[in-house]
């Protein structure tokens, strides 16, 4: 019997490859994966084309170690460039985002303030979703750790935003904006008591008192580099330049 003819990817179909494989760790694209096989059978799709298409997206990120196969198409590197372009906007039309992590808590602190009291519960569920799929994708870059102490306890760690939330609408949900880090760590950098320099070594304000025992889990650290989607250089300058020891200003 011949092979059915050769179906080339729709647009919806690569953008819902790109949405799965910027939530799913790389060690975790394979046609194995429940994920995968749920998608693919809604797309019409095979598991292993899936996985193959959303490996490729790989050969696209230019801080990966591990690469894809390589053979990605035009239209791969439009959709890509697209949600980087403006990865809120792009998000913001998949409507069915499925959070792996929703049920874990979330700090909500930074960004209840966002939402005004009496807001339409559409906007705060929205608001929430989005919060967990930046979440999933910091999960899938640190493969569930710590970038500073590789901490592996969900309830322990929080998506931190490098620029704020409320700063820039577009870098909310780009992965290169966030780091994974533990309640403390994250608290330290919310309020401007840590920042990171490009190599990604810790900046720890002088301003900071830390007692003997504490001065371990902050001198001399350096965060872990990410599998995928390594913090931006402008978005870690923008810290330092704006939210380091900002409570003296």
């Known amino acids: 019997m011949a092979n059915p003819p050769r179906r080339n990817w729709t647009r919806p179909e690569q953008i819902r490859a790109l949405e799965l ?129 590789h901490i592996a306890q969900p309830e322990l760690l929080n998506a931190s935003h490098i620029k704020p939330w409320a700063t820039d609408i577009e870098a909310r949900l780009d992965p290169r904006n966030g780091i994974l880090l533990n309640a403390l760590h994250d608290r330290a950098f919310d309020r401007g008591l840590i920042t990171f320099e490009d190599d990604l070594s810790l900046v720890v304000s002088k301003h900071i008192d830390l007692p003997e025992i504490s001065r371990p889990f902050f001198e001399g650290k350096s965060l872990i580099r990410p599998s995928r989607f390594a913090p931006d250089p402008a978005f870690l300058a923008f810290h330092r330049d704006n939210e380091f020891e900002k409570f003296l200003r």
Request: overall charge positive; some cysteine; proline content about 6%.
């Open 21 to 149: 494989y910027l939530r799913t760790p790389f060690g975790r694209i394979h046609r194995g994966n429940h994920e995968i096989i749920k998608l693919a059978k809604s797309i019409g799709r095979t598991p292993s084309a899936l996985s193959l298409k959303m490996a490729n997206f790989a050969a696209l990120d230019p801080t990966i170690h591990q690469k894809g196969m390589g053979n990605f198409s035009k239209s791969d590197g439009e959709i890509w460039a697209e949600f980087f372009a403006a990865p809120s906007s792009f998000l913001s039309k998949l409507p069915d985002l499925e959070p792996i992590y929703e049920q874990t808590p979330l700090p909500t602190d930074r960004f209840v303030h966002e939402l005004r009291e009496g807001v339409d519960v559409e906007r705060t569920v929205k608001t929430r979703k989005n919060q967990n799929y930046f979440r999933e994708m910091l999960f899938a870059s640190y493969d569930g750790k710590c970038a500073l102490t």
